[in-house]
């Protein structure tokens, strides 16, 4: 007899051929549920579930209460924001996520927002489908500056595809000190630093932002991260830079953001990630979806088919490896610690 894993409609439709696959090929059939919080809690109690694999939408209660002790809730992807710890450890509940098989999809779409803001190819297909022939000039990104404020594995992927590929100029930030960083490398900081083409790392903020023509968020949403990218950060900005966000939404004031814009002293924004999802402005005399020179996508940094399938793939993997206490299943279990990080 097989045992029965929740996961999330919007999870299960992305990995569904790798979902199949682990049903098919071990004791587990993973089954899509699309339910709110809870009723899906209701359902998880009643069957007698043990692990649910949830996307990006945040659960905050009756789920916790419903999973039973070393249940499991495994995401769908890297960020966990979503997933209230606290909860899940004060139950029992293991949390694991997917690192490593998404940095090339978000690294990839933050390449082609930042294309988009330089060429302008939103506004010109916009204003060339309703017949209108407006050549506007865009910008050539070789040897300009991108700042990546976040240095992890995405953030390296990008830095790799920008300076190698793109031929710009990088510097990388991190709030560690550059010796702090550097221990923490498993090469020398040169080896690093050629293997990803970075030009420059530093741990001042000011001095980044001061210096890029496009700046690129890649850090974790927790408490000390957010708005991080705020009016203070926006004021720091060089005139006419902008600003591209495939983090999360909660790391970015919207409205700083939007009067930074609309003051011109930013030249625009490409967002995929907002602070209410789907977007809805804060104040809506601040929308953002006013202001032609802010690009939106709907959260898809990750949506590939490529990195959709290697998702479902670890995170079901990940389920059966704390459901059969498999030794590897510490692998990605999101550590505690990384609650205040
Ligand atoms: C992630 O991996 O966290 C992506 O944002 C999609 O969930």
Redesign the pocket.
Known sequence: MSETVFVSEISYRKGEAAFEELSRSTAFRFIPVDEKEESLARRVREEGIRAFVA??HPYRGALYDALPRDGVIA??????DSVDKEKASKKGIWVT??PGV?DNA?AEHAVWLLGSLARLIPSLHASTRVGQWKPCSGVEVAGRTLAIIGLGRIGQMLCRKAALGLGMRVIGWSRDSPAKFAARLDHSFEEFQSNIGLTEYTDDLEYALGQADFVSLHVASVPATRHLANAGFFAAMKPGSCIINTA?GAVLDEIALYEAIASEHIGGAALD?FEQEPYSPADPNKDLRKLANCIMTP?V???TKESNQA?ALAAGRAVIQVLTQDPHAMKNIVNPSQLTA
Do not use: E, K, Q
């Open positions: 996307d990006i995401r769908f992807g890297v960020g966990h996520n997917t998404l978000v999360r990630v959260h940094g990750s949506n998702m």
